[in-house]
């Protein structure tokens, strides 16, 4: 088990962390400031929450493993890591440990602007609809052109193999063809300037 910022990091299939409420509320707090100007903060479970839990969690990530990061407050990607690399965070929730059968997406619309070096996914564990998530776990990445290549489409209106209907365009890899976590901290951590 490693800790940093009060987090500790439980290294199992993936990097995995348990979602303590102070966690919860700095989010809250992060998101609540990009609201600030009349816009509401989320609900429970609220995209923006979400993705943002994602985004603190694999930043303290890279800093437990000394891997400089930048957060990068834009649409097209969240961090600069190593001060070389954009990398975007994908947030994706699931009811259970992830499984290598499992999908990691992203929004057909989204890649139309959103082309940063690596895609980076967390799963976010929870207990169902309108719940806060527990636990979260840094399932792996892709290089951009590597995603586009090896995703499979999934339509508005199809039924995924678990009974769920897509409700937006999407382009789809299985965790199994993500580079682990760990590989892909090792290449950053090459790339670190002195």
Same mark, same amino acid.
């Given at each position: 088990m490693a800790n940093h910022s009060g987090r500790a990091f439980l290294m199992l299939e993936y990097p995995t962390v348990e979602i303590y409420p102070e966690l919860i509320r700095e989010a809250q707090l992060a998101v609540?400031?990009?609201h600030a100007e009349?816009?509401?903060?989320?609900?429970?479970?609220g995209g923006n929450l979400t993705g943002y839990l994602a985004e603190l969690i694999v930043y303290?990530?890279?800093?437990?493993?000394?891997?400089?990061?930048t957060?990068?407050?834009?649409?097209?990607?969240?961090?600069?890591? !190593?001060?070389?690399? /954009?990398?975007?965070?994908? &947030?994706m929730r699931c009811r259970s440990t992830p499984k290598p059968s499992h999908t990691a997406e992203i929004f057909e619309a989204s890649l139309?602007?959103?082309?940063?070096?690596?895609?980076?996914?967390?799963?976010?564990?929870d207990d169902g609809p309108n719940?806060?998530?527990?636990?979260?776990?840094?399932?792996?990445?892709?290089?951009?052109?590597?995603?586009v290549s090896l995703a499979h489409y999934q339509k508005a209106g199809d039924v995924s193999p678990i009974g769920y209907t897509y409700k937006t365009d999407r382009k789809a890899v299985y965790l !199994?063809?993500?580079? /682990?976590?760990?590989?892909? &901290?090792?290449?950053?951590?090459?790339?670190?300037?002195?």
């Open positions: 609540a400031e990009k009349g816009m509401p903060a989320p609900q429970v479970g303290d990530w890279l800093r437990l493993l000394d891997i400089p990061a957060y990068e407050d834009a649409s097209r990607y969240d961090f600069w890591v !190593s001060d070389r690399y /954009p990398v975007d965070v994908k &947030a139309k602007y959103q082309q940063p070096d690596y895609f980076l996914w967390v799963a976010l564990e719940t806060l998530p527990r636990r979260a776990h840094i399932v792996g990445g892709l290089l951009y052109c590597d995603f !199994s063809e993500l580079v /682990p976590a760990e590989a892909l &901290a090792a290449e950053w951590r090459k790339e670190i300037r002195v």
